[in-house]
């Protein structure tokens, strides 16, 4: 069935970049989401990317789609300590349009 | 806009209780999502509402119930409460694209 992968840690340097990544199997979906959690907190949609795009900027945040290797990632520029989260990526499967969530990574921001 | 809410925010009962939770989708969406979300399991899909009818199902127990009024607000049930219920339980709105906007959740814990 379908699938979507992400790391579960990711740890970086406040202001550095923040990379997360995403792999995911159906690939017909149409729209590819950004989620964030913070403790305690329901999701909130960060981002998303159309998948006729290849990137997608949003002030610091930036979306990478390529659809051949079938792999999305979130950049986040200049880190900050209130980036800390679980960052999810979902998309809707071909079948019955219900999103498939990634298990989420975790941002920990290192002083 | 208002944005999702779910209530209450905390609930704790007993093994053997039944429970109902509530959700308010963003107005104007007809469709709404509900999920599991727990430590060890990540986020799982309970099921799917859409105009008051039940459009996808996940992969939980009968116990696990719930139903749209004509206002688009939903709720979900649990029966025959167990241990294992206890977990941070959260509500979709869905919007045009698919895109899922989330309540803060309620957080049931089951003693």
């Known amino acids: 069935g379908e699938d979507v992968e992400q790391s579960l840690f990711l740890s970086v340097r406040e202001g550095d970049s923040s990379v997360i990544n995403c792999t995911y199997t159906?690939?017909?979906?149409?729209?590819l989401y950004w989620y964030k959690q913070e403790p305690g907190a329901g999701l909130q949609l960060l981002t998303y990317?159309?998948?006729n795009m290849d990137m997608k900027q949003d002030q610091r945040l930036t979306v990478l789609l390529n659809k051949k290797d079938k792999h999305l990632s979130l950049r986040i520029a200049d880190t900050q300590t209130g980036d800390s989260a679980i960052y999810f990526c979902?998309?809707?499967?071909?079948?019955?349009?219900?999103?498939?969530w990634g298990a989420g990574t975790k941002l920990i921001i290192k002083p | 806009k208002a944005g999702v809410t779910q209530t209450p925010r905390y609930l704790i009962k007993t093994r053997g209780q039944q429970v109902t939770l509530s959700c308010s989708p963003i107005?104007?969406?007809?469709?709404v999502s509900w999920y599991q979300q727990t430590p060890g399991q990540g986020l799982q899909f309970l099921f799917e509402?859409?105009?008051?009818?039940?459009?996808n199902k996940g992969n939980f127990p009968g116990r696990f119930s719930g139903r749209q009024f004509s206002n688009s607000r939903s709720e979900m049930n649990v029966s025959t409460l167990e241990l294992g219920d206890s977990a941070l339980y959260l509500c979709?709105?869905?919007?045009?694209?698919?895109?899922?906007?989330f309540g803060q959740g309620t957080r049931l814990t089951v003693v």
């Open positions: 979709a709105s869905i919007g045009v694209n698919t895109e899922a906007f």
């Open positions: 107005s104007g969406h007809r469709s």
């Open positions: 509402y859409f105009s008051e009818t039940q459009r």
């Open positions: 159906d690939s017909s979906s149409t729209y």
């Open positions: 990317i159309f998948s």
């Open positions: 979902a998309g809707p499967q071909h079948s019955n349009y219900q999103l498939i």
